[in-house]
């Protein structure tokens, strides 16, 4: 092993000693330096010469923790507080309103069609007697109100011509004998004329009378109405043409609206065809009052049943391309069907939808439009289960991100995120807890809650460099 020179440490403290004593004597002297060189020795040191302000970075934050230290004490963090303009929130749709405490009805939803109502909605018309159609005063898809004229068929059935004529004349027999019968009884006093005879003419009346009665029933029974039977007998003219009219409608009764329009579906004849007792003549629609057709899975069975029992009311959504949804509340189950479909292992249930005219053309042919036609589909929400005391938003009232849901309350010129919790949601809404998180009375964002979240989460981020990622 090889041995340093024991005069070598002795070297080393010696220097030392030396660079100390220069040290204490350049500060010593240090008053003595000219201002430039000793500004730039505190500067390598870490310092900050006499005279110099702070830098612009440092005041800046320093106002900005005295800004965030003022907002603190306004109600507010200023990491979840988001001040937006009047433009801003006329550009996003921004709408305000209060929280209140409601009973939420929890629903299933379930697919509908709109259809007709089997032996109700559709009406034939057919041609009561034999004859060919002479007129027809309708066109397909005009609307008629009910005993509006359709059809005029001139008659050429040889039992009913044959009929009215024996009516004729046993109606003019009878105007005969009454007429025997006056002059008998005014002849004279009792005796002169025998009391046999004018009863015999008495008898000889009752009989052609029952006889009448009785071609008055076949008349009717071949189509004719009493109207019509009554006009043969005053005119003593035999019926040639019968025009067949629209019937009444078969809608639920509604005292107070005015009776609905029927709409010609289709016309099966042509002028001048010959029709038989029986053949169609035309197809009318009755859509006062339609059925919405639903499909329940069989786990829906008991929920759907329930519902129907209880008579709890049913909302309808319309599905919209362009604007809201269009809801239909208020309405009610008619009733369920008693077997599941075994391909689509589904079961059928019908609500009751009262429809109403949104378009009426007047004059003559007169066209309507129904808001409500046999064929649009619907979600039906069919309630199963109230949640009292709960606070229900607009899905457009809470943002998510992740597994947290927020809402923004109303705070001055500012918007302040709360943290939330969620019981349930839908297509339609959001059932807030009611844990003292949002409190009734409150006023919140009740739109736009997702694009505040994003304004908040890049605000958060700083402002994006718009050249970064890009090389010149």
Request: a negative charge.
């Amino acid at each position: 092993m090889t041995h340093l020179p024991a005069s070598i440490p002795r070297r080393r403290l010696s220097l030392a000693l030396l660079l100390l004593v220069a040290l204490v004597a350049t500060l010593a002297t240090a008053p003595l330096w000219p201002q430039p060189l000793r500004d730039r020795l505190i500067r390598q040191l870490g310092g900050m010469p006499a005279g110099e302000s702070a830098p612009a970075a440092a005041t800046s934050a320093l106002e900005h923790d005295d800004h965030a230290h003022a907002d603190d004490h306004e109600g507010h963090l200023e990491a979840n507080a988001l001040e937006l303009s009047e433009q801003a929130r006329r550009s996003i749709g921004l709408t305000e309103g209060e929280v209140a405490l409601t009973t939420f009805q929890r629903t299933i939803a379930l697919p509908g069609l709109v259809v007709e109502r089997r032996g109700r909605s559709k009406l034939s018309i057919i041609a009561p007697m034999t004859g060919f159609v002479a007129k027809i005063f309708l066109t397909e898809g005009e609307a008629v109100a009910p005993e509006q004229p359709l059809f005029e068929v001139r008659l050429t059935h040889e039992e009913l011509v044959q009929a009215q004529a024996e009516l004729l004349k046993t109606a003019e027999e009878v105007v005969v004998v009454r007429r025997e019968i006056a002059r008998l009884e005014g002849i004279g006093p009792e005796g002169i004329v025998a009391v046999k005879t004018i009863l015999e003419r008495k008898y000889e009346l009752q009989k052609l009378s029952a006889i009448m009665i009785a071609q008055r029933q076949t008349l009717l029974l071949h189509g004719l109405s009493e109207t019509q039977v009554e006009e043969i007998i005053a005119t003593r003219t035999l019926l040639g043409t019968i025009v067949v009219r629209a019937p009444a409608t078969a809608s639920l009764p509604a005292p107070a609206a005015p009776e609905a329009p029927l709409l010609v579906q289709e016309i099966a004849v042509e002028r001048g065809q010959h029709v038989n007792a029986g053949d169609p003549l035309a197809v009318l629609a009755d859509h006062q009052t339609l059925l919405i057709e639903g499909e329940g899975f069989e786990l829906d069975i008991p929920q759907i049943s329930q519902a129907a029992a209880e008579n709890r009311p049913v909302v309808a959504v319309m599905e919209a391309k362009v604007g809201p949804q269009q809801k239909i509340e208020g309405l009610h189950i008619a009733y369920v069907a008693n077997e599941i479909d075994p391909t689509s292992r589904t079961l059928q249930f019908y609500v009751w939808l009262p429809n109403e005219i949104v378009r009426d053309t007047p004059g003559q042919p007169r066209y309507v439009e129904w808001r409500y036609k046999p064929g649009q589909r619907m979600q039906l929400r069919v309630p199963v289960e109230e949640w009292p005391e709960r606070i229900v938003l607009p899905t457009e009232a809470v943002a998510q991100e992740g597994v947290e849901n927020y809402v923004f309350r109303a705070n001055g010129d500012h918007f302040d995120r709360q943290t939330v919790h969620v019981e349930h949601r839908d297509s339609q809404s959001v059932v807030i807890a009611n844990d003292g998180a949002l409190f009734p009375g409150e006023r919140i964002a009740m739109s736009a809650a997702q694009q505040l979240q994003l304004a908040l989460k890049n605000k958060s981020h700083g402002v994006v460099d718009p050249h970064a990622g890009h090389s010149h």
